[in-house]
């Protein structure tokens, strides 16, 4: 059972930006259907220099500082629509782990995604089956709230969270874009997957390794 | 289910180090223009193969030296950063650095003028930033490729060219640039400076006109930023400045038509694809899908079309107007004067009175093949703006 300080959150962060650059090209190509087709490469940049940050964190560094450094890196370096939701994410990830040395329950990391999620529907107001990121983020809040009252083994139960993400991501081929550059091709974008939705689904299982690789 | 199996990629450190390595490799390598053999050294240098694996090595090789891209560039990733810089550099007399990515008029601020602070994603030079000097913007932010700039270097710009008597934002309307530009406004409020904020929207067939507010804005900005700087070259209160570029964008619609696709360099592949016998009408800056694919066919009949969707959304009939003819980048200037010469037969036509006219690349999109046309329907103190003021930025001149 690994003890998940901030350095392996710091950790399972340059794991998230790794998965994300192995996904830069499957992502633009979801993106290009019906976006203009920069998704993986704006991932791919945002992460860049979210693992660069990450990097150089001290190995004492809080769970909260090493979201932060997430933030603040999204902050300098993104733009793009992405950045922003991302920064909100992360700072709102580092706001409600304060004080925390580590998070080692379930209910810890309930508690991230909640606030990542809630962080980004606040700025970027999309509206569940709207076909953006949180289609793919609210359910997996759902499934790993209910795994936090359950109680069980953290690594599976992130682990899970992401494959929920994934699934739901996947659901979103069904939806009619209302946000984003999609959204003035109206029902022309069904049948496609969000992309946006697809890459949470991977952020979520970078982190779900990072914790399992301790 | 795996996340393997779904599409995605999937490679962890514990199932297959390797891969990981050689992916790292290819990530960072794939890009250079470098031989296939060097590639292969610098792969082999780091980590020595197993003999099953060396054949996969070179496979990955290969496929990165196939992928390298015919463009004047490095490594991709580091693309705007080189460009801002050799910007920069050639641009000196006119403007300076005053961020990363952003810059300013080089005698900014101007006292008693208000500043306008223009930006978007890199892709489209002159747009944006090619504006910047006396007569139009004051200052820019520079975005990724076809990616909004972070509110970091619109705050930068804001400052540098903020004299007191407040600063205007104006820019495209898409959703990363009005999320951006939104939070460089909130934190410069915070800090007491008075800004405003214009949004373009004249892409007639991006979305209907009782939607007119999600309409994009592409070529438009050319003749509304003209109107823009001369107004605040007067130097005119923020509200007025405001109110007339305002008024410019009400009065401004653009219809295109895309050739080509093109390569983000990041992505290293076409952002779409167009068959080599269809043009698409419609089609966004970034590639977004426009309204309709025809087979190719003389653009004379294209640019009818064109013009009957601008005249349709606005009355311009009988009224003066200022003309662009825009190159999206790839398109010969030649053929820009082809389209130029249907246009002027429709304006005639329709009793439209042309009174200022330029034809050529002004907002871009890299290197696809296209042309866009946007009227700016002019009343006299608009036509006065534009006749009077001398125009000298980066990548304009009009005297």
């Given at each position: 059972m690994a003890n998940v300080t901030g350095a392996l959150v710091a950790k399972s962060l340059v794991l998230v930006a790794k998965k994300v650059e192995q996904n830069k090209d499957y992502l633009c190509e979801l993106d290009g259907?019906?976006?203009?087709?920069?998704h993986g490469v704006s991932m791919t940049i945002g992460m860049r220099a979210v693992s660069r940050a990450a990097k150089a964190l001290?190995?004492?560094?809080t769970p909260s500082e090493a979201f932060q450094s997430a933030a603040d890196a999204y902050a300098d370096e993104v733009g793009a629509t992405i950045g922003p939701l991302y920064e909100a994410a992360f700072a709102a990830a580092a706001e409600v782990v304060?004080?925390?040395?580590?998070?080692?329950e379930i209910s810890d990391w309930a508690n991230v995604y909640r606030a990542m999620a809630d962080a980004i529907q606040k700025l970027g107001k999309a509206q569940l089956g709207?076909?953006?990121?949180l289609d793919a983020f609210y359910p997996a809040v759902d499934h790993i709230q209910a795994l936090a009252s359950k109680g069980g083994n953290l690594e599976a139960a992130l682990l899970s969270t992401a494959e929920r993400a994934l699934k739901a991501a996947k659901d979103t081929r069904n939806l009619v874009p209302q946000?984003?550059?999609?959204?003035?091709?109206g029902d022309r974008a069904k049948g496609y997957q969000d992309a946006g939705a697809t890459s949470l689904a991977v952020v979520l299982k970078g982190f779900a390794d990072g914790v399992k690789k301790g | 289910m795996g996340f393997a199996h779904e599409g995605i990629a999937d490679h962890g450190y514990t199932e297959c180090f390797l891969c990981h390595l050689v992916f790292e490799y290819l990530s960072v390598y794939?890009?250079?223009?470098?031989t296939l053999g060097a590639s292969l050294r610098l792969i082999q240098d780091r980590i020595t193969l197993p003999t099953n694996r060396s054949d996969d090595a070179a496979s990955f090789a290969r496929e990165a030296g196939e992928s390298?891209?015919?463009?004047?560039?490095?490594?991709p990733f580091d693309m705007v950063e080189e460009m801002v810089e050799g910007y920069v550099a050639a641009n000196d007399q006119i403007i300076k650095r005053v961020g990363k990515r952003s810059i300013a008029r080089?005698?900014?601020?101007?006292?008693g003028k208000v500043g306008i602070v223009v930006g978007g994603g890199s892709g489209h030079l002159p747009a944006f930033a090619g504006?910047?000097?006396?007569?139009?913007?004051d200052g820019a932010a520079f975005g990724n490729v076809f990616a909004s700039p972070p509110a970091k270097p619109v705050i930068e710009a804001t400052l540098a060219v903020n004299s007191g008597a407040g600063v205007m934002y104006t820019y495209g309307n898409y959703q990363g640039d009005c999320i951006n530009f939104d939070k460089a406004q909130d934190k410069c409020r915070e800090m007491g400076i008075k800004v405003q904020t214009v949004v373009l929207n004249?892409?007639?067939?991006?979305?209907?006109k009782d939607q007119a507010h999600k309409r994009r804005g592409i070529g438009g900005l050319f003749l509304v930023w003209h109107v823009a700087g001369a107004k605040a070259e007067q130097l005119a209160s923020l509200d007025e400045v405001v109110a007339v570029t305002a008024k410019a964008n009400t009065n401004t619609r653009t219809v295109g038509v895309g050739l080509t696709s093109c390569i983000v360099p990041a992505n290293g592949k076409p952002t779409f694809s167009l068959p080599d016998n269809e043009m698409e009408i419609?089609?966004?800056?970034?590639?977004e899908p426009g309204i309709k694919r025809v087979k190719v066919r003389p653009i004379d009949s294209v640019i009818d079309e064109i013009m009957d969707a601008i005249l349709a959304d606005l009355d311009y009939k009988g009224s003066d107007v200022a003309l662009l003819v825009n190159?999206?980048?790839?398109?010969?200037a030649e053929e820009l004067y082809v389209v130029y010469r249907r246009v002027k037969q429709i304006c005639d036509a329709n009793k439209i009175n042309i009174k200022f006219k330029h034809v050529g690349?002004?907002?871009?999109?890299?290197?696809?093949q296209g042309t866009s046309v946007s009227l700016l329907r002019l009343d006299s103190e608009m036509h006065d703006l534009i006749k009077n003021t001398t125009v000298d930025t980066c990548m304009y001149k009009k005297v």
């Open positions: 259907e019906v976006g203009d087709g920069d001290p190995s004492n560094c304060k004080g925390k040395q580590n998070l080692n709207d076909k953006t990121l946000k984003g550059r999609a959204s003035r091709l | 794939r890009f250079l223009p470098v390298l891209l015919k463009k004047l560039i490095n490594d080089a005698n900014s601020p101007i006292p504006y910047v000097g006396k007569g139009m913007a004249d892409d007639v067939l991006s979305a209907p419609g089609l966004g800056i970034h590639g190159g999206l980048g790839g398109s010969p690349n002004q907002v871009t999109a890299l290197e696809m």
